[in-house]
């Protein structure tokens, strides 16, 4: 597949992972989750974490062969100083009943661990049989609580990236690319 990038807007740094390279790893993961849950006798349940994770969820289930249900999770991280405080916020609830179920999180970034350990300690505290996390993007400097993760996309450097599902206050977050904000100023 030829790629051809657009000129990056003003406010775009540099493209730091291309859509190629996302669709070949989207494609291994699948490979690697459907390998691992092959063998479960009732469907692996999605969760999605909204709204980050939409682009890649939809990517990834493509590719599943496995039994699979698709279900979203809202959820928001605040205090005074923004996400900085780790507390957490349920905004929307799963659907889906998780009791008696494998669990897969689908995540679009590793940050500071608070939300996916927010959620995994969450959803096992439903009765699940397991919960794992699928994560798109890593971003181990920023690392404030310990989070295992089973699938990991691609782990970058501490810096903002837009595209693929994240944005910058609404912007960006269709590009079929991760590109690197410039920093405001």
Do not use: C
Not at 65 to 73: C, N, Q
Not at 110 to 128: E, H, P, V
């Amino acid at each position: 597949m030829s790629e051809i990038i657009p000129p990056l807007s003003k406010d775009l740094k540099r493209v730091l992972i291309n859509e190629d390279a996302i669709a070949k790893r989207v494609s291994e993961l699948a490979a690697e989750i459907n390998e691992k849950y092959k063998d479960i006798e009732e469907p692996l349940i999605l969760v999605g974490v909204l709204k980050g994770s939409f682009i890649f969820m939809a990517d990834l289930v493509r590719h599943l062969t496995i039994p699979h249900v698709v279900d979203f999770i809202a959820i928001s991280s605040y205090g005074r100083k923004g996400a900085e405080r780790g507390e957490v916020r349920l905004l929307m609830d799963t659907r889906e009943n998780l009791s008696g179920h494998h669990v897969l999180i689908v995540e679009d970034i590793l940050d500071s661990g608070n939300t996916l350990n927010y959620l995994i300690t969450a959803f096992k505290a439903r009765g699940t049989k397991s919960v794992e996390t699928a994560v798109f993007l890593d971003k181990p400097e920023r690392h404030q609580i310990p989070v295992d993760i089973q699938f990991m996309g691609f782990e970058i450097p501490d810096v903002w990236v837009v595209g693929y599902g994240l944005d910058y206050k609404e912007r960006h977050r269709t590009l079929p690319y991760i590109a690197e904000m410039i920093p405001e100023k």
